[in-house]
């Protein structure tokens, strides 16, 4: 459970981090509740996963999770470039985390 936990703690990062761009799109209250909301919980769920994952591993493969979605939303949402070497990097990120699971 403590990886399921991990994963939704970096799907709300993800959210979070689009919530930031609405919020400076659109200044609103909707805006902003729906910022803390999502860093409210993946704030939460980290620390749920943390109470049996090691530390170093939960804060790395949520910060990969975190930084990949990110980058990807970008990409799909936004128009930010799509470029080979910029997948390949966002794919070692990724396995960098899945590694991480494999060895813990």
């Given at each position: 459970?403590d990886?399921?936990?991990?994963?939704?703690?970096?799907?709300f990062?993800?959210?979070?981090?689009?919530?930031?761009?609405?919020?400076?799109?659109?200044?609103?209250?909707?805006?902003?509740?729906?910022?803390?909301?999502?860093?409210?919980?993946?704030?939460l769920?980290?620390s749920?996963?943390?109470?049996?994952l090691?530390?170093?591993?939960?804060?790395?493969?949520w910060t990969?999770?975190?930084?990949?979605?990110?980058?990807?939303?970008g990409?799909i949402?936004?128009?930010?470039?799509?470029?080979?070497?910029?997948?390949?990097?966002?794919?070692?990120?990724l396995?960098?985390?899945?590694g991480?699971?494999?060895?813990s």
């Amino acid at each position: 459970m403590d990886w399921v936990f991990l994963i939704l703690a970096g799907i709300f990062e993800m959210f979070g981090v689009l919530m930031i761009n609405k919020l400076n799109k659109d200044r609103n209250l909707v805006s902003f509740l729906l910022l803390v909301a999502g860093f409210g919980l993946s704030f939460l769920f980290l620390s749920f996963a943390m109470a049996t994952l090691p530390m170093g591993t939960a804060y790395a493969v949520w910060t990969g999770i975190g930084a990949s979605g990110g980058a990807i939303l970008g990409m799909i949402f936004y128009g930010e470039p799509r470029n080979v070497l910029r997948i390949v990097f966002i794919a070692m990120v990724l396995g960098s985390a899945v590694g991480l699971k494999l060895v813990s």
